[in-house]
């Protein structure tokens, strides 16, 4: 795989993608709708809600039917009995055929259901264009309730392409992460480890054993949003009667109406195609569904294409990613846009340009407009908000088109720098394409003194450390070593004496872990079965440096800056407060030459489920410890960083039991 004898642009001329237009058809009978052009089929059963048929080029790419397979199609985790299917209970359905603005015909299905208890609305929207291969995507939510004016939170809303067929024989998450399927005798022999995660090592001849690990787990193929754009399956042709190829995709042509900003993180791929549009796998915000809630998500696109035997993966990956564009068919939405509630036309967006001035050691820096007064983080707050962002070039400039009407907080972050700039109250006027809202900005990296010292790289992540972002070496595809079960990483083993990390000989890719824990092993661990917790060698982790006498000179206050990549608090991803966890708002603790600082309070709100879960990651939170210079001393120095001794947490689903934080970077200023 990945192999390309040919060119991307030869392999794109080759593939079966000719765009004849012909007419649309959209038809519908007492028990399906079918909207279909010259190259894909697709059909919804009234009986299900569901797509139960869909053919490119007069290949079957979903298979039989059969319960929750063979199918694409919407859920949510939304009612208070957790998941709901819509499509069955009181559904109605609507039809469309059309001509857009460009003269391309198009046909469109809308299906509506109402879960009866509560009265929450679910539809999901389909489009087909005439020289398309592709169906545009929205899911909406709505709910009016005034009598009942708090419902729950929205945990999960998501679309699924889940195909029965054995056709399907890889999956791709981005450019450097792909497997083969697992085959049917790896997952008849398979041993759970974790909650969604198996032991597949008992089927040494299987391809994604021999090729990617001896675990499979539907996180390893999870991605972060900031600059993913396309993911799915291939079928190689070896199940396909003239070997042809195909793909099955999600192109995310927009990222505005997700949650969480470019940190957002989430399951995109394993055996399914997922539109995750809402969920807290990672742990982040998730928005409470209120009286008056109304959100309609997208559009994205489930692309589909068919090239000739032999086209490599990457080739079909790469055709789906150019559609990942806003842009792309703006056109064309603003046509259906009567069909769609609360999509927000070309006349009611603006173009947002920003110049700023970066810190000199601004690496890979990113704009993001988003709720404002909030960190973007936490913009599933407001229901009405939109979230973009742009890469800043090396001139400091940044483009983001097509910016929903509205007032935005403007943060921007870089790797190499810590903290970020924000500024609320930016302005962005509907004029189309007429006129663009410019800013201007000079950010300065955040400074409390002279700098010590500086460990990690502050970039929001926990990957530059033991097991991050380091390449698996025992098997050829090499995955990065923490999409891998976490297990297998024996903290005990790899740091007998737990860590002890010196300023300036140590080096953090080796001598710290991209995972501080409170407990190693026991529940959920298959490969150490008994909980380690030590003599505090596992909980405490210490970092040594030496001051001279002239950094202590005319000094009077220190200030050691902890920013972390995530944290996992006895709340787990619930977001949940449970009164009787008694970590459920963690301690986190800094000792300096043996005396303790006042301990950080990580709250129950900004936990996060990411290692555990293949992350490096999730949600952020940073904290300046201050104290007195009267600490520190001349020579050898010592801080103890320290969770809980032994701190866990009871796990419903198979889950190390563990409170852990992942260290983004550490920062230790004289002032």
Known sequence: MLLRSFSSLSWIILSFSPRVFAKVIATEDASQLVIENDRLYTRVDK???????????????????????????????????GFWTPGSTQPTY???????????????????????????????????????TGLHAFSRLAYYNESAPFLRNLQEFRTLFRPNSNIWTHLLTNEIQYAPLPGDGAKANEVVVQDATWYMGNTPDDPYVQQEADYFTKYT????????DTHGMYADGSQISDNSTFGA????????????????????????????????????????????????????????????????????????????????????????AEHVPNYVTSKERG???????LPENAENPIAVLAQNGVDFQDNAFDTNAYQYWAEIDADGHATIPRVKADTYRLTIYAAGVFGQYVQDDIEVAASGSTTTTTTQATWAEERAGQEIFRIGTPDKSSGEYRHGYAREAAHPLHPEEYRVYWAVYDFVDEFPAGVRFRVGEDDPARDLNYVHWSVFGGYANALRSEEYYGDGNVNNWTVLFDLESAQLENAQLATFTVQLAGAKTAAGNTDVFNASEPHANLAYTVSVNGKDLEPWIIPWY?????????????????????????????????????????????????????VYVQYDALRLELS
């Open 47 to 81: 009986a299900s809600g569901a797509m139960d048929a869909l053919s490119l080029d007069g290949q079957n790419l979903l298979g039989t039917p059969s319960g929750s397979t063979g199918v694409l199609y919407l859920d949510c985790y939304c009612t208070p009995n």
């Open 606 to 658: 900004h936990s996060s489920s990411c290692a555990v879960r293949s992350a490096v990651i999730c949600y952020n939170v940073a904290k300046k410890f201050v104290f007195d210079l009267s600490i520190l001393k001349e020579g050898e120095n010592e801080i103890v960083l320290s969770l809980p001794f032994n701190a866990t947490d009871y796990e419903s689903a198979v889950l190390p039991p563990s």
């Open 94 to 132: 609507e039809l469309y055929s059309g001509v857009d603005s460009s003269g391309t015909s198009y046909g469109g299905i809308k299906m509506s259901d109402t879960y009866t208890a509560t009265g929450q609305t679910l539809e999901q929207y389909w489009f087909l264009r005439d020289g398309e």
């Open 351 to 357: 173009t947002f340009e920003l110049q700023v001035d």
């Open 249 to 336: 995709w999600l192109v995310m042509n927009t990222k505005e109406t997700y949650f969480g900003g470019p940190l957002h993180s989430d399951l995109i791929v394993d055996g399914i195609v997922y539109n995750y549009m809402v969920s807290n796998h990672h742990g982040d915000q998730t928005p409470n569904i209120t009286n008056g809630f109304d959100r309609t998500f997208g559009p994205q696109y489930f692309y589909f294409n068919h090239f000739p035997a032999g086209a490599d993966l990457a080739v079909l990956r790469e055709d789906a990613a150019q559609y990942a564009d806003p842009q792309w068919n703006a056109e064309f939405y603003d046509s259906i």
């Open 221 to 228: 193929f999870q991605d972060t949003w900031r600059n993913h």
